[in-house]
């Protein structure tokens, strides 16, 4: 069972940048596609961004595509997503996911097998 543990979430000002982190427990990492969800006020549990087991496919929401960057450090066992320019209706509890399917970086929720607890970015206006 891989245990996810998310970090940085916090209140940011509409227009700046927030770096959000998840750190693994599996010594295994490597064979996991990790992505990050979102589930603003009243909706759904939404794609937010993914990347493949090596590092090397990534794949973006296009509400957040050109405002976001998904990265993963091996050695660390750690995934992060770095955001930029946030709005508003960015507020949401951020999620860190691991996938089991192939390695890819899958965007449905239903191929990730394993969750984080979530933290919180709220991002004022």
């Known amino acids: 069972q891989v245990r996810l543990v998310e970090s940085g979430g916090g209140v940011v000002q509409a227009g700046g940048s927030l770096s959000l982190s998840c750190a693994a427990s599996?010594?295994?990492?490597?064979?996991?596609?990790m992505g990050w969800f979102r589930q603003g006020p009243g909706k759904g549990r939404e794609f937010v961004a993914a990347?493949?087991?090596?590092?090397?496919?990534?794949n973006y929401a296009d509400s957040v595509k050109g405002r976001c960057a998904i990265s993963r450090k091996s050695s660390e066992s750690t995934v992060n997503l770095q955001m930029y320019n946030l709005k508003p209706e960015d507020t949401a509890v951020y999620y860190c996911?691991?996938?089991?399917?192939?390695?890819?970086?899958?965007?449905?929720?239903?191929?990730?097998?394993?969750w984080g607890q979530g933290t919180q970015v709220t991002v004022s206006s």
């Open positions: 990347i493949s087991w090596d590092g090397v496919d990534t």
């Open positions: 599996e010594r295994t990492f490597d064979a996991y596609a």
């Open positions: 996911a691991a996938s089991t399917f192939n390695g890819t970086a899958v965007t449905s929720k239903g191929f990730y097998a394993h």
